[in-house]
C-alpha cells in the first residue's frame, strides 16, 4: 500500500509532455545595442606658408657654396647655400619677393618671385657671373703740357677701329663704387663713345656744340629733359640736342650702365 502510495505522488510531480501541434511560447530575446556615433574627424587647416629653394651656381653650371640668398616681400627671409649650392628659404607667405643671391666673387644677382597658394614652388636657379678683377693702379700723370690754340675749324682725325663686347665691357666695370664711372670705348673724327656705370644723379650743363646720344646697356634711370622726365631701362635711347641740358638719375638697387655718344668736337678718349 506504501508503495503504491509513493507511486501515484512521484506521478503528480512528473511535468506533462507537450501535446502534438501545440506551440511552444515564445523565447523573449533583448533588443541590439545602438552604435555610439562617431565622432567627426577634424580638417586640417589650409596651407598659409611654402618653402622656397635656391640654387646658386656660376656660368657653367658648377654650384656656389657660401653664397647670400635673401628674399624681402611680405615677410623676410635669408640663408646661406650648403656645398651643393642649395639653400631653403621655409615659411614664406604667399606674395611677390626679390630675392638676391650674391657672393665676393660673382656679381650679385636679383629675381622677382610670385608665391601663391596653394602651388608647389619649383626650385630658382641663379647662375652668376664672375666678379671682374680688381682694377689696375692708375698711371703716374704726365707732365702738363701747354695748350695748343684752339682753331675755329675742329680737326677731325680718323680714329683707330675697335671692335668688342659691350656687355663684357660693362660686366668688367662694375669694380669700385665711383659716384659715376666713365670708361673709355672709342672715337674717331668728331665723335666720342664712353660707358657710364651711375650709382647716383649726373647733371650736364647745355653744351651749343655737342649732341649726345644715350643707350641704356643695364639698370634703371631717370632722364630729366627739356622740363619734363622720362623713366629709361635696359634698351632705351634717348637723344640729346646741343644746347640742351640734362639729367640722369639711377632708379633701383643696381648701378645705370649707359652707353653715352658725343659728336661735335674731336675726341680724345682712349679706349682701355
Known amino acids: 500500500m506504501t508503495a ?36 567627426p574627424v577634424p580638417r586640417r587647416p589650409a596651407t598659409t606658408s611654402s618653402t622656397l629653394q635656391v640654387r646658386v651656381t656660376d656660368r657653367t653650371g658648377t654650384p656656389v657654396p657660401g653664397a647670400q640668398v635673401s628674399a624681402e616681400g611680405p615677410v623676410s627671409r635669408d640663408g646661406v647655400t650648403d656645398a651643393s649650392g642649395t639653400v631653403q628659404l621655409r615659411t614664406l607667405g604667399n606674395g611677390t619677393y626679390r630675392v638676391r643671391a650674391s657672393n665676393e666673387a660673382f656679381i650679385t644677382l636679383e629675381k622677382e618671385v610670385v608665391i601663391r597658394p596653394g602651388a608647389a614652388s619649383a ?32 680737326a677731325a682725325k ?19 663704387r665711383d659716384p659715376i664711372k666713365l670708361v673709355p670705348v672709342g672715337c674717331s673724327g668728331l665723335d666720342t663713345t664712353q660707358m657710364m656705370v651711375l650709382r647716383e644723379s649726373l647733371n650736364a650743363p647745355a653744351n651749343p656744340n655737342v649732341d649726345q646720344m644715350l643707350y641704356v646697356v643695364a639698370g634703371e634711370a631717370m632722364l630729366s629733359l627739356g622740363g619734363r622726365e622720362q623713366p629709361i631701362s635696359s634698351g632705351w635711347f634717348a637723344l640729346v640736342p646741343r644746347g640742351m641740358a640734362h639729367t640722369l638719375t639711377k632708379r633701383g638697387r643696381n648701378p645705370a650702365i649707359v652707353l653715352a655718344t658725343s659728336g661735335g668736337q674731336p675726341c680724345a678718349a682712349k679706349p682701355e
Request: cysteine-free.
Open 4 to 39: 503504491l502510495l509513493a507511486l501515484v505522488l512521484a506521478l503528480q510531480q512528473t511535468p506533462a509532455p507537450a501535446t502534438p501541434g501545440t506551440a511552444a511560447p515564445p523565447v523573449t530575446t533583448a533588443p541590439p545595442a545602438t552604435a555610439a556615433p562617431k565622432a
Open 123 to 154: 626650385p630658382i636657379e641663379f647662375p652668376l657671373s664672375a666678379a671682374p678683377p680688381p682694377p689696375p693702379p692708375p698711371p703716374t700723370p704726365e707732365p702738363a703740357r701747354t695748350p695748343e690754340p684752339t682753331s675755329p675749324v675742329p
Open 158 to 176: 680718323a680714329g683707330e677701329s675697335r671692335v668688342l663686347s659691350i656687355a663684357d665691357l660693362a660686366e668688367r666695370s662694375l669694380s669700385g
